[in-house]
């Protein structure tokens, strides 16, 4: 009786997949330093602080493009309403940088100065603790998670999909927008948190911080890729796939695609929160426009642009988009939506799969091209060994091993 042999569990990454991670990872915390810090502004290899900036900003934003690839290229799951769950861990992040602040505003009070302007008198009940590091770090991961847990149990639970999710995802965001836009919930109303001064009694405002804020980004963002990396290719990650290819067929085979549903939701608004979290003190300032439903839409471009259900894509869609867009609104600012909008149609139309998922086709191409081309001997002693090592037998006793030539008809 012949042994059947399960196949064994693929790496987590290649060997050049861990070449070009460590490489990534050594620019983001070892290169970028150096060539901001200690090369010359004069030098042609200087990393200006603009640029720090940019990069910082953009590698936030690809955090958010990968929990979206979990989401909606894994999940098949459309969300238009991570912007807000971004904006709420950049909201937490504001409250405790605000605190921090302390009598260095401009009323020299314990209160922010909104709070003093709007003549509060004490802090509402949800500051208590927002000078705590440590409680407002966890509240970044809390509040986004515990919204869409919510939100995500009614909707998924009565099985909302499709495009109704999607515009109900929207509508979430925007009457939050409209509610952080009203001065007496307590978050700075249409002026939202600025002015930042310090983090963990450092100052904000210094190279040595922006440079130390765009490395733990990098890092962060490497650690989130890895994470989605082995979570897809777990037992757990199959199941969201059979979920988005067909959810009636998987329930057939037994599986309840609510808690699976419900937890790839959650844990992508918790990486959007860290995303927001680390995009506030670089960029310096939250409001509530970061809700708007444009920027969620945008995420799903970026995404879509880079390549669904690749992990690599979104990044790679996050940091051309927005390259593209940093470029254009300089050069030609009263075109950049139209491009951004001609963008999407052409990728629809033309790369359903983004630009990572075209590369991939043109390998794979390339690949079976070559493996169409006829074997020399040698090669086709190689496959008799291995075809008899596979089926247990001598070498002798199989069919010898004939490759087409390439262009031959079947």
């Not at 459309?78 to 937490?92: D, N, P, R, T, V």
């Not at 067909?246 to 990486?271: D, H, Q």
Request: proline residues 5%; glycine residues 10%.
């Amino acid at each position: 009786m012949r042994t059947v042999t399960l196949p064994s569990k693929a790496p987590l990454l290649s060997g050049m997949g861990w070449t070009a991670f460590f490489i990534a990872l050594i620019v983001a915390c070892g290169l970028a330093p150096v060539l901001n810090l200690w090369v010359p502004e004069g030098s042609a290899f200087h990393l200006s602080d603009y640029a720090v900036a940019l990069l910082g900003k953009i590698m936030c934003y690809a955090i958010c493009a990968l929990a979206m690839d979990l989401i909606w290229g894994y999940t098949g799951i459309l969300s238009l309403g991570h912007g807000l769950f971004f904006a709420l861990g950049g909201y937490m992040m504001g409250m405790y940088l605000m605190r921090q602040i302390g009598r260095d505003g401009n009323y020299k009070s314990d209160l922010p100065d909104f709070m003093v302007f709007l003549d509060w008198k004490q802090l509402p009940w949800h500051w208590t603790f927002s000078d705590s590091f440590v409680f407002q770090m966890l509240m970044v991961v809390v509040v986004p998670g515990l919204l869409a847990l919510v939100f995500g149990y009614f909707a998924f639970r009565s099985r909302i999909k499709g495009v109704y999710f999607s515009i109900i995802t929207q509508a979430m965001t925007f009457a939050a927008m409209l509610l952080f836009f009203r001065n007496e919930t307590g978050f700075g109303g249409n002026n939202g948190f600025t002015d930042f001064k310090r983090i963990l009694g450092i100052p904000i405002a210094t190279q040595e911080m922006r440079m130390t804020l765009f490395a733990l980004t990098g890092a962060v963002l490497l650690g989130f890729f890895l994470f989605a990396k082995w979570l897809i290719g777990s037992k757990y990650g199959r199941v969201l796939q059979a979920i988005r290819d067909a959810e009636s067929r998987t329930m057939f085979c037994g599986y309840n695609p609510l808690p699976y549903k419900l937890s790839i939701w959650v844990i992508s608004a918790m990486m959007c929160g860290v995303a927001g979290a680390l995009y506030v003190p670089q960029v310096g300032i939250i409001n509530p426009g970061e809700m708007s439903a444009a920027n969620s839409i945008e995420i799903a471009i970026w995404t879509a642009v880079g390549g669904r259900a690749t992990l690599v894509g979104p990044i790679v869609g996050a940091f051309l988009v927005n390259g593209a867009k940093s470029w254009l609104t300089v050069v030609a600012p009263e075109y950049w939506l139209y491009f951004l909008g001609a963008l999407f149609i052409a990728v629809t139309l033309f790369l359903p799969d983004g630009i990572v998922g075209l590369v991939r086709r043109l390998m794979k191409r390339d690949r079976a091209e070559a493996a169409a081309e006829p074997l020399p001997a040698t090669g086709r002693e190689e496959a008799q060994r291995a075809l008899a090592k596979e089926e247990g037998m001598e070498p002798g006793a199989l069919p010898t091993v004939h490759v087409e030539p390439k262009g031959a008809q079947a």
